[in-house]
T-cell receptor, first 114, second 113 residues
Framework: DTAVSQTPKYLVTQMGNDKSIKCEQN?????MYWYKQDSKKFLKIMFS???????INETVPNRFSPKSPDKAHLNLHINSLELGDSAVYFC?????????????FGEGSRLTVL | TQLLEQSPQFLSIQEGENLTVYCNSSSVFSSLQWYRQEPGEGPVLLVTVVTGGEVKKLKRLTFQFGDARKDSSLHITAAQPGDTGLYLCAGALLSGSARQLTFGSGTQLTVLP
């Protein structure tokens, strides 16, 4: 059983399109995150939800909109995709908030914007 | 400027050699974690250090947290090809209500057979 699963693993799309990435965790964790990993492998937090409530919203364009229908799911919708959005997006979860413990990551979703 | 700087950025060594990776900051962290990420996968936690000066060993890997809790090092003894991967340090800031993990810039390690 995959602890944190995200789909799709690969996304190739044209500039201006809208796309979504889904994430689910079966660990019973309270907190979920979206991270963006750029071409230099730097991992930067985008959003964090605790029990379906938005806790962290870093400086991310408002074209990115997270949605948490329940505490096991955190989806990411991106409008009007731009070339600079190309990256690997990781979903993660942790047991508690504020976070001091282990982050469990999904396998990542590689987004390529043409 | 990143909060956590790792060095070196890239490291390519022969099997059997020893190596050390550094993670430095001017900020104080309540805890620091080390993750390893393999191609096509998400990062996986190796260790968490909490106390200044703490040393933890995980088989051939030795992790140290600086006395002032601003820096950390990862030492690998007799590296093996299976150690190849991206090593990331991540610090939890000491103050602030929106506490979160901040990741370092990463060290890409390649161990050649």
């Amino acid at each position: 059983d995959t602890a944190v699963s995200q789909t799709p693993k690969y996304l190739v799309t044209q500039m201006g399109n809208d796309k979504s990435i889904k994430c689910e965790q079966n660990l019973g964790h309270d907190t979920m995150y979206w991270y963006k990993q750029d071409s230099k492998k730097f991992l930067k937090i985008m959003f964090s939800y605790n029990n379906k409530e938005l806790i962290i919203n870093e400086t991310v364009p408002n074209r990115f909109s997270p949605k948490s229908p329940d505490k096991a799911h955190l989806n990411l919708h991106i409008n009007s995709l731009e070339l600079g959005d190309s990256a690997v997006y990781f979903c993660a979860s942790s047991q508690y908030w504020p976070h001091t413990g282990e982050l469990f990551f999904g396998e990542g979703s590689r987004l390529t914007v043409l | 400027t990143q909060l956590l700087e790792q060095s070196p950025q890239f490291l390519s060594i022969q099997e059997g050699e020893n190596l050390t990776v550094y993670c430095n900051s001017s900020s104080v962290f309540s805890s620091l974690q080390w993750y390893r990420q393999e191609p096509g996968e998400g990062p996986v936690l190796l260790v968490t250090v909490v106390t200044g000066g703490e040393v933890k060993k995980l088989k051939r890997l030795t992790f140290q947290f600086g006395d002032a809790r601003k820096d950390s090092s990862l030492h690998i003894t007799a590296a093996q090809p299976g150690d190849t991967g991206l090593y990331l340090c991540a610090g939890a800031l000491l103050s602030g209500s929106a506490r979160q993990l901040t990741f370092g810039s990463g060290t890409q390690l390649t161990v050649l057979p």
